[in-house]
C-alpha cells in the first residue's frame, strides 16, 4: 500500500493483516516504486497525491517497467475524468474516499480472483513468480533477487521475442542507465539456473533460452 497519510496507511494494513492477507505501507511514491520494483506482490493499493512520486506516474513507470501486478487506485480524486485517468494509466480498480471498508475489501478479492497465472515455464522448470523460486524437475528450487526474478518474468513471459538491452533497461531496469546492468544480470541468472537459461541473440540482445 502506497499511502501519504500514515494513520489511515497503518490503519489499512492492520485491517488487511486481520482479514489474513501479508501487508506493508510506504509513505511516498518513490518508496512504493522502489517496493514495487524489488518486491513480489498479488496487489498494490495506490493514493494519487503522493509525496516525490504522484500515484499515476508512480503506476505508468511500473508498467513501463513490466510489472503487471495489479493496481488499485485509492484515491479523493473522484470525477470521472479522474477515473478514466486512472484506469487508462494502468490501475485494473479505482476507489474513491470516503470509502466502505466491506467493499475495499471486496474489490482486492475481485482482483485477485482475476489475476493470472503465479507460475511460467522455463525450459523443463517452473518459475514461481510469488516466491520468485524455480523449480527444476528434481524439486530442487532455486530462490531469485527482486531484479533476476523479473528479468527471468520477461523472458518467460515472451519466450519468443528477444529483447535489445535498451528494452530491458525500459523494463526491468527503469530507475538506472546504461547496459552494463542488464549483462550483469544476465550472468546472475546464468551462474544461479545454468548457461542456458538466456541465449545471446547476436546483434540484438537476450532472450529465454531453449527448453
Known amino acids: 500500500m502506497v499511502e501519504d497519510d500514515r ?7 492492520r485491517l488487511f493483516r486481520g482479514a489474513g492477507y501479508a501487508a506493508d505501507h510506504a509513505t511516498d511514491g518513490q518508496a512504493g ?25 508512480l503506476l505508468k513507470r511500473l508498467r513501463r517497467a513490466g510489472v503487471t501486478t495489479p493496481a488499485l487506485v485509492l484515491t479523493a480524486l473522484g470525477t470521472v475524468h479522474d477515473r478514466v485517468a486512472g484506469l487508462d494509466g494502468g490501475a485494473e480498480d479505482y476507489l474513491v474516499k470516503p470509502f466502505e471498508v466491506a467493499e475495499l475489501l471486496a474489490r482486492v478479492r475481485v482482483i485477485l480472483r482475476r489475476r493470472p497465472a503465479s507460475e511460467l515455464a522455463v525450459g523443463e522448470r517452473v518459475f514461481d513468480l510469488l516466491s520468485r523460486a524455480v523449480r527444476g524437475p ?17 523472458f518467460a513471459e515472451h519466450p519468443e521475442r528477444a529483447f535489445s538491452r535498451s528494452e ?12 552494463a546492468l542488464v549483462d ?24 529465454l533460452g531453449p527448453s
Do not use: M
Open 168 to 179: 530491458i533497461v525500459a523494463r526491468v531496469f527503469p530507475d538506472t542507465t546504461g547496459d
Open 33 to 57: 516504486l522502489h517496493r514495487a520494483l524489488t518486491r513480489t506482490y498479488d496487489v498494490l493499493i495506490i493514493d494519487r497525491g503522493l509525496p516525490a512520486v504522484e500515484g499515476l506516474d
Open 184 to 207: 550483469t544480470y544476465v550472468h546472475y541468472l546464468r551462474r544461479k539456473l545454468g548457461a542456458s537459461v538466456v541465449t545471446t541473440v547476436r546483434g540484438t540482445g537476450y532472450r
Open 7 to 13: 494513520e489511515l496507511g497503518q490503519l489499512l494494513v
Open 138 to 154: 528434481d524439486g530442487e528450487e532455486v530462490t531469485l533477487s527482486g531484479r533476476e526474478s523479473d528479468l527471468l518474468r520477461l
